[in-house]
């Protein structure tokens, strides 16, 4: 998908590109991830729209739940859910970041490599 560490550097269109690709790639991974929080919350604990929102919202952002959970199923959901948000941000991110991360590391290879060659 990427240059191999030899080539030259990609041109800031390809760049713009892989960024773009890789921001909707994250952004559908977090949508999907807050609609399953969401009516997840909504069905297993009885919570409104809202507030079902607001507790998914909080456990896919790291902060925690808001409202006090009463049933079982609920807190079993939620236990579920606030590990399969950990994984989900955090792959959400690194495809994020990998455009970045990349080109930066790309970049600093090619210095070397050519301050070496002096």
Aim: net charge positive.
């Amino acid at each position: 998908m990427y240059e191999h560490s030899h080539s030259k550097l990609a041109p800031r269109k390809v760049y713009r590109k892989r960024l773009l690709k890789s921001g909707l790639i994250s952004l559908i991974i977090f949508t999907i991830s807050l609609f399953v929080g969401i009516v997840g919350y909504h069905y297993t604990a009885g919570l409104g729209w809202v507030d079902s929102f607001l507790n998914a919202s909080m456990i896919l952002g790291g902060m925690g739940p808001v409202d006090l959970l009463q049933t079982k199923t609920s807190k079993i959901f939620a236990g579920c859910y606030s590990l399969f948000s950990g994984v989900a941000f955090l792959s959400g991110m690194a495809i994020f970041l990998a455009p970045i991360l990349h080109r930066f590391l790309h970049k600093f290879h090619l210095d070397i490599e050519e301050s070496s060659k002096r």
